[in-house]
């Protein structure tokens, strides 16, 4: 059992739940959590040496072609996302050098006609370049498929725990 820093034995908090084009950042070791990932990718930064993490539920990949909503809500978008969260993790305490990444998610379960197809994918490669272009290494990820997701990620340990809506009930540890 988990207990996040308090009395040895005491209740595991809930975790703090990730809705979609949102991002949560903590760096008192709380759980983050996202539920429902289809084509949406989920993106959990870690610095493992000041124990600051973040986790975002990405639902389109550029914020930058859609400029007014991106202002609004950063978190939509993987390359706003990214910035925003990495930004927020490195005003918390992070080192901006020794960040990682995480990624799950980005399934194509459905069709969006208005999205285009492939929007699972492309959400996944949009992801893989912002961080490329910000130098953060990505160290695992659990992507594509036509499965849902749902994830956990422990920012106290980095651990992100993915479990498959394929109704078998498993859990892969990145």
């Given amino acids: 059992?988990?207990?996040?820093?308090?009395?040895?034995?005491?209740?595991?908090?809930?975790?703090?739940?990730?809705?979609?084009?949102?991002?949560?950042?903590?760096?008192?070791?709380?759980?983050?959590?996202?539920?429902?990932?289809?084509?949406?990718?989920?993106?959990?930064?870690?610095?493992?040496?000041?124990?600051?993490?973040g986790l975002a539920h990405v639902m389109l990949p550029n914020g930058d072609e859609n400029h007014d909503m991106s202002e609004r809500k950063p978190g939509k978008f993987a390359d706003t996302a990214i910035r925003a969260m990495l930004r927020q993790m490195v005003e918390t305490g992070a080192s901006y050098t020794?960040?990682?990444?995480?990624?799950?998610?980005?399934?194509?379960?459905?069709?969006?006609?208005?999205?285009?197809?492939?929007?699972?994918?492309?959400?996944?490669?949009?992801?893989?370049?912002?961080?490329?272009?910000?130098?953060?290494?990505?160290?695992?990820e659990e992507v594509g498929g036509q499965e849902g997701r749902t994830v956990e990620f422990d920012t106290a340990t980095g651990i992100l725990s993915i479990r498959t809506a394929d109704g078998e009930g498993t859990v892969e540890e990145l």
């Fill in 1 to 53: 059992m988990k207990t996040y820093g308090s009395e040895p034995g005491a209740p595991e908090p809930d975790p703090v739940r990730v809705g979609i084009s949102e991002f949560e950042v903590s760096d008192t070791g709380q759980c983050l959590k996202s539920y429902g990932l289809g084509s949406c990718v989920a993106v959990a930064l870690y610095d493992d040496q000041s124990q600051v993490g």
């Fill in 98 to 140: 020794d960040v990682e990444a995480k990624l799950a998610g980005g399934g194509d379960m459905f069709e969006f006609e208005s999205f285009g197809d492939g929007v699972g994918q492309r959400n996944v490669i949009a992801a893989q370049e912002e961080l490329d272009k910000l130098g953060v290494p990505i160290v695992a």
